[in-house]
């Protein structure tokens, strides 16, 4: 029954109350009637059975009438109350096959701020989220067919007029073949990353490491592509404190912001590292020069397959899941990540226990 819902919550409110209520004023009725009839029978010699008989006619009468009345009122009031109660959860219901269907567009109308109402509330965020990967998966489908377009359709040219030999099998040729081989894998490298972080959680190797000594060693590996940009580097250490963290998992964590830093930080500009703690946990920084992110975008850089610029290449922005990588690696280790943005510069940061 597609309201019964409903008809139960009208039963048990209402059927018993006014069954309870008949009862307490038939039972009362016939009691004090008998004893005040009695009494004034007795008083002015008046027999009392047909007189009595006559007075509880008709109070059984009229209260079987204003019962009736008062149930369908109450029957009525309830209805309205409680269908005004339930609205959202047959809402939920349809949305909820919308949402089956592939429409993440609906949204539960919320009118009340009780317990129905919250629940409404959690249901809208849960819709947006889903809408919000689905939209990140069309995204990604979509990134993924692009990006495997380009270098396989140079691969099968280049073999096609290598195998009808229109074109020479020279060194240059090769390379460019290589390059193109090279592109494929460092895709199917980023998803492999991707998959690793998810389980970053299940697997787990703690131990003391410090995060200055070893943003030391990534300064060192990449001083060669800050110079060929002509990037400033500060560094404001603050803190040399040590971190209960997965160093490998630390160190993939710090090399996809190494490389935001370097590839999103324009020619001539600089990059600031900087450690600070609080006693219990170590913040790391990440700031660098360069058109900062807009507010609008700014909530959604974590997000996998999310890119600023839908329209940049892998080469001049990546397939964006870096930053949805060190975020899961952190998240795993117990840690929070977040970023700041403005227009002269761009912060990400994440946090970690100390030792």
């Known amino acids: ?21 008949i009862l307490v004023i038939w039972l009362a009725i016939d009691h004090l009637a008998a004893g005040y009839f009695m009494e004034l029978m007795d008083q002015y010699a008046i027999s009392p059975t047909e007189i009595h008989s006559m007075f509880l006619s008709s109070i059984h009468h009229y209260l079987l009438w204003a019962s009736l009345v008062a149930l369908v009122v109450a029957a009525l009031l309830s209805f309205l109350l409680t269908r005004r109660v339930l609205r959202p959860l047959s809402q939920m219901s349809i949305i909820t096959e919308k949402i089956a269907a592939g429409d993440f567009t609906s949204r539960v ?11 409404g509330k959690a249901f809208n965020r849960m819709a947006d989220s889903l809408g919000r990967v689905e939209q990140l998966r069309k995204n990604m489908v979509a990134d993924l067919a692009h990006e495997l377009r380009t270098p396989l359709t140079n691969l099968c040219g280049y073999l096609e007029a290598l195998n009808d030999q229109v074109l020479p099998p020279s060194q240059e040729t090769l390379q460019i073949l290589q390059q193109e081989s090279q592109h494929l894998v460092h895709l199917v490298q980023d998803l492999q990353q991707l998959a690793r972080a998810d389980a970053a959680e299940v697997i787990l190797n703690r ?8 943003l030391g060693r990534m300064l060192t590996l990449y001083a060669q592509q800050f110079l060929d940009k002509e990037i400033t580097v500060h560094t404001d250490f603050a803190s040399s404190a040590l971190l209960m963290a997965d160093r490998d998992k630390l160190l993939q964590a710090m090399r996809n912001l190494f490389e935001n830093c370097w590839q999103y930080t324009p020619v001539k500009g600089w990059v600031r590292l900087a450690t600070v703690d609080n006693g219990t946990e170590m913040q790391v920084s990440f700031v660098n020069s360069g058109p900062g992110i807009s507010p609008a975008d700014l909530p959604f850089i ?51 226990p100390m030792a």
């Open 207 to 214: 131990s003391q490491v410090s995060p200055v000594e070893e």
């Open 1 to 21: 029954m597609k309201h019964r819902l409903l008809w139960k919550l009208l039963l048990i409110n209402i059927v018993p109350v006014i069954l309870v209520i």
């Open 109 to 119: 109308d919320i009118q009340t701020s009780d317990e129905v109402g919250d629940l």
């Open 302 to 352: 974590f997000e996998r397959f999310f890119r600023t610029d839908r329209s940049r290449s892998r080469e001049a922005g990546g397939f964006g899941i870096g930053l949805s990588i060190t975020k899961q690696l952190i998240e795993a280790q117990g840690g929070r990540v977040g970023a700041r943005s403005d227009a002269e510069a761009t912060i990400v940061w994440f946090t970690l």
